[in-house]
């Protein structure tokens, strides 16, 4: 999964707490993304950030929050979750945005929430 | 915005015949087409993309072909493998902007 962790890669919360997600990158790639998985959605962009501290909104970021302190390190914040955020949330990485980049997808995180 | 629809959701082959999905976009300045596998409790994958100057690309057993004119874009997997079952997904992007990805197709590989 191209140098990318992501942790927890299972959990189970409760509706009103709050959730972070990490990923983890040892690519030293510039552009980073949070995205979710839903069945009959594919996959949908939350947020991405394209260097530290310099983040932006994707399609569906409403409920989210996302900080990078560190170029190896993307976190993805639920701030009091609800039971439609249930997903699997994937993080990728790229060098760059140009159109003739890849996105490199970490191994995923299952989040239900209760 | 882009909007990028996947044709069939599921898809049975036996072992050894081809398999094809389809996908179609809304926007016409798209210009970059990958796909990407995904198997069973993983991320996606890349397996081939395709960019808006070229008409078909090919990798062993795997193709893609582009009509930019109809705006549509296809996976073709020849000789299917048991290990070729996984969920494909399709994605369109316009320079600059964030990727666009299908719905998915779950292929099923038959021995």
């Known amino acids: 999964d191209a140098g990318i962790t992501q942790s927890p890669r299972h959990k189970v919360t409760e509706t009103g707490t709050p959730v972070t997600l990490r990923c983890h990158q040892t690519e030293n790639h510039r552009y980073m993304y949070w995205y979710r998985q839903d069945p009959g959605h594919g996959l949908r962009l939350i947020h991405y950030?394209?260097?530290?501290?310099?983040?932006d909104k994707g399609e569906v970021s409403d409920g989210y929050s996302v900080s990078r302190s560190k170029t190896e390190d993307f976190l993805l914040t639920l701030e009091s979750a609800t039971s439609s955020q249930t997903s699997v949330y994937f993080c990728?990485?790229?060098?760059?945005?140009?159109?003739?980049?890849?996105?490199?997808f970490g191994p995923g995180t299952r989040l239900t929430v209760l | 915005g882009e909007n990028v629809e996947q044709h069939p959701s599921t898809l049975s082959v036996q072992e050894g015949d081809s398999a094809v999905i389809k996908c179609t976009y809304s926007d016409s300045a798209s210009n970059y087409f990958p796909w990407y596998k995904q198997e069973l409790g993983k991320g996606p994958q890349l397996i081939i993309d395709i960019r808006s100057n070229v008409g078909e690309k090919k990798d062993q057993r795997i193709a893609v072909t582009l009509n930019k004119t109809a705006k549509h874009f296809s996976l073709h997997i020849t000789e299917t493998q048991p290990e070729d079952s996984a969920v494909y997904f399709c994605a369109a992007i316009n320079y600059g902007q964030n990727f666009v990805f299908g719905p998915g197709t779950r292929l099923s590989v038959l021995p």
């Open positions: 990728a990485i790229s060098e760059s945005t140009s159109y003739t980049d890849t996105q490199y």
């Open positions: 950030s394209y260097g530290v501290k310099d983040t």
